[in-house]
């Protein structure tokens, strides 16, 4: 059964609209969570973490948001840009060793002008 | 500048041919790792070395042989290749335990017929 779910395979947004992408965990011991993205013929990349002891973190136009009771987290795109079209996975672990890392499904974003 | 190349980038195969994807890095870094993503199910972590003959399973193992004689290199073997190892193979690699710090590889799409 996978710990990590993204529910939605794909999602289209408006240029300058507010993108959420949402994942779901199963694992209570998860206390570090993370969103990569992916262009396509690249590896992933780091994007946003945030630790249990927080329930948001923003870094520019990204925001994650993580709701510990609901075993939730979202991410937040604002304003959307096209550049931002990408495959975005969300991750998770007990503990910060990448080894710990479980990663979600995958989420892709397509951001239109 | 800072990369990590796989080598070859597709490949097409046929089973119980023996291959081996080649995974280089050019920054020192200790650790480095292999993982699969196969659609629905995110990447999941195949081996992991923390430095050099130092190699650990990870979640999904099976078929598969890794080496670590020199820092610089993680070579992924598969002795007898089978339909079921059809997916997309990226290496990864980075200083410190912290998965932020992961540089991924641009991946091998992998056909096994």
């Known amino acids: 059964d996978q710990q990590v779910k993204q529910n939605s395979p794909s999602l289209s947004v408006q240029e300058g609209r507010i993108s959420i992408l949402n994942c779901d965990y199963t694992?209570?011991?998860?206390?570090?969570f993370l969103w990569y993205k992916k262009y396509p013929a690249e590896g992933p990349t780091f994007l946003i973490s945030?630790?249990?002891?927080?329930d948001k973190n923003e870094d520019g136009r990204f925001t994650v948001f993580l709701n510990k009771s609901a075993k939730h987290l979202s991410l937040h795109i604002v304003p959307s840009q096209p550049g931002d079209s990408a495959v975005y996975f969300c991750?998770?672990?007990?503990?910060?060793?990448?080894?710990?890392?479980?990663f979600g499904p995958g989420t892709s974003l397509s951001v239109i002008p | 500048e800072a990369q990590v190349t796989q080598n070859p980038r597709y490949l097409i195969t046929v089973t119980g041919k023996k291959l081996t994807v080649t995974c280089s890095q050019n920054?020192?870094?200790?650790?480095m790792s292999w993982y699969r993503q196969d659609p629905g199910l995110g990447l999941r972590q195949i081996y992991y070395?923390?430095?050099?003959?130092?190699?650990d399973k990870g979640d999904v193992p099976e078929g598969y042989k890794v080496s670590r004689k020199e820092k610089r290199n993680f070579p992924l073997i598969l002795e007898s290749p089978s339909p079921n190892q059809t997916s997309l193979y990226f290496c990864?690699?980075?200083?410190?335990?912290?998965?932020?710090?992961?540089?991924f590889g641009p991946g091998t799409r992998l056909l096994v017929l």
């Open positions: 945030i630790s249990s002891i927080k």
């Open positions: 920054m020192n870094h200790e650790y």
């Open positions: 070395s923390m430095n050099v003959e130092v190699t």
């Open positions: 694992n209570s011991m998860f206390d570090y």
């Open positions: 991750a998770a672990s007990a503990g910060t060793s990448y080894d710990k890392v479980i």
């Open positions: 990864a690699s980075s200083l410190g335990l912290a998965p932020e710090t992961q540089y």
